[in-house]
């Protein structure tokens, strides 16, 4: 407003001298009477005349001295209107102008969005795709970002519904606020930013605007994740510790990870088993992949020979790290040889280059065609060209934030599950695994809540009657018999049950994870909220008394 301040009051100064000239200056009517315009005729004829329209002399013909004044007011009155529309014109297209025009717009669309979303700060690959997963879950959201290509293929991708996007920097308090942080429709925030600091100040600045805020937090190191722990953040993102710990369990308990694959839509449950056997292993890249692979392996007693290709990154180890780590390139058929490539039983190329890794595991093959080949992935978008390798096991961290970040917010129960899934034990995974296959080769997961919400007759029934676990999968269709369930967990009052019995009862507040088909999830829900069905199951008979009607409004919480 204040750059528009010049042009507006040159417009105005030269308007008005004009108009004063003219309502001065005596005319002539058609009749040779003297007449003075009115300020309405002065007005309009300044007005076309300074446009360059031009309609002619008004309301009559002009005198020489009032024609003489015209020529005048033309030439100040028109350069004066060209200047401010010019200047208008020209902050029109200021970008700094449409900056604040856009975040004035993304204002009035967070203050009419009456729909949970995800706060997601910064747009690429990985929060792409978990906006796309959101929608799934009819979760809206609303990005923050500051770079202006990535802006731009955020607008190109077209979602629906659309994602509101805000220009500015993801770490600035009040961009925050404006993306609405400290809204009861703000599910989570979401930081998954390569920069350890920077996802640091984002989760303290969060913690401070908003206490209650569920954080996703990326985290790349121990030290990291201890701080983020510290600050309270609930969803803590190491997609380097989650890879090392599916080696492990390649190597101790395959079954668990092929079962957690599947959870993820990563494998069917009927996949040949992922294994890593006993024996000699190089790692190449010694990054914080590298590291926490080597923290396993070691665990597990497994020789282990790091190659790292960065002789600049050897400079900063210490010197028990120098003595134990080959500093080289991991395609080069010498080195591999002399490190004894040919006795080796698995090579794990994990440094931060796609080309790199590919590079590496071809020449390890033509050394040794019987080796295990493990590649990290780093681009969601050479997938086909890494898939085509045939490389043993191809680990991609950006794959393994979206699924944990997805899980973790969306389905908070069945990550429950994963991060205990150890429990169980590898002949409980075994048969359970069975258990599924028998239900279907895809059932589906889906979680109940005995409360008002979604078991609201459960609930009424408790009050009188002792309900049992195996209430939930009785068949509508004949009471006899029972669906294709499973129930893989229970939580109550924090305290998490594994495959809980059939004769066990049900308490309120109770929070169940189940497995089933469709018959099996929608008979399951018209039970616990359909007042006649849940008769029917209970009691084996049809309620005939008219009771109070609970509307039939099944809450479905399927993967």
């Not at 722990?229 to 390649?250: K, R, T």
């Not at 494998?267 to 790692?283: E, F, M």
């Amino acid at each position: 407003m204040q750059r528009m301040r010049a042009p507006f009051l040159v417009l105005i100064v030269t308007y008005t001298i004009s108009i004063i000239g003219l309502l001065i200056i005596d005319g002539v009517d058609n009749n040779g009477n003297i007449y003075h315009m009115s300020i309405f005729d002065a007005f309009y004829f300044v007005s076309y005349t300074a446009t360059t329209i031009g309609f002619g002399e008004s309301p009559f013909a002009f005198t020489y001295t009032q024609r003489i004044w015209v020529s005048i007011s033309i030439y100040f009155s028109v350069i004066g209107w060209l200047y401010s529309i010019g200047t208008i014109i020209t902050l029109l297209q200021d970008k700094l102008f449409l900056q604040e025009v856009e975040k004035a717009r993304f204002r009035r669309h967070i203050k009419y969005l009456k729909k949970k979303y995800l706060l997601i700060l910064g747009y690429n690959a990985i929060t792409s795709e978990i906006i796309k997963k959101a929608n799934q879950y009819d979760l809206r959201a609303v990005v923050i970002e500051k770079d202006e290509q990535k802006r731009e293929k955020l607008l190109l991708e077209n979602f629906t519904p659309p994602v509101y996007c805000l220009n500015a920097d993801v770490h600035n308090p009040k961009a925050l606020e404006m993306a609405g942080i400290k809204s009861m429709y703000c599910k989570a925030i979401i930081s998954l930013f390569q920069n350890d600091a920077l996802n640091l100040r984002i989760a303290l600045t969060s913690k401070i605007l908003n206490p209650n805020i569920t954080m996703a937090i990326k985290s790349t190191t121990k030290n990291q994740t201890e701080n983020l722990s510290d600050l309270g953040v609930q969803i803590i993102e190491n997609p380097f510790e989650i890879i090392a710990e599916q080696i492990n369990m390649a190597i101790n308990t395959p079954y668990s990870l092929r079962l957690v694959r599947w959870i993820y839509g990563l494998c069917n449950l009927y996949d040949p088993l992922r294994t890593l056997p006993a024996g000699k292993y190089i790692v190449c890249g010694y990054g914080r992949m590298g590291q926490s692979i080597y923290e396993t392996l070691k665990e597990n007693h497994f020789e282990i020979i790091f190659i790292e290709l960065d002789g600049n990154k050897a400079k900063l180890l210490s010197p028990l790290e120098r003595s134990t780590i080959h500093i080289g390139d991991g395609d080069d058929k010498i080195m591999l040889t002399e490190l004894g490539i040919k006795e080796c039983v698995a090579i794990i190329a994990g440094t931060d280059d796609d080309t790199t890794n590919l590079s590496i595991l071809a020449t390890a093959k033509k050394l040794n065609p019987n080796i295990i080949t493990i590649a990290r992935q780093n681009e969601m978008e050479d997938f086909s060209i890494f898939e085509n390798s045939n490389i043993h096991t191809i680990f991609i961290p950006a794959k393994t934030l979206i699924n944990k970040t997805v899980n973790a917010i969306m389905n908070p129960v069945v990550d429950i599950f994963i991060r205990n899934i150890t429990v169980l034990g590898e002949q409980n995974i075994i048969s359970l695994t069975k258990q599924l296959l028998e239900i279907d080769l895809h059932p589906i997961l889906f979680t109940l809540k005995i409360d008002e919400l979604q078991a609201p007759i459960i609930l009424e029934y408790l009050e009188k009657e002792a309900i049992t676990l195996g209430l939930l999968r009785t068949s509508l269709k004949n009471r006899k018999g029972t669906n294709n369930l499973v129930t893989l967990m229970r939580i109550r009052n924090k305290e998490i049950t594994f495959l809980p019995e059939w004769d066990s009862p049900i308490h309120q507040d109770d929070l169940f994870l189940f497995a089933g088909d469709v018959n099996a999830q929608d008979h399951l829900e018209y039970i616990v909220n359909n007042i006649h069905e849940f008769h029917y199951a209970f009691y084996g008979q049809e309620k005939s008394i008219l009771t109070p009607f609970f509307k039939n409004t099944p809450n479905k919480h399927s993967l």
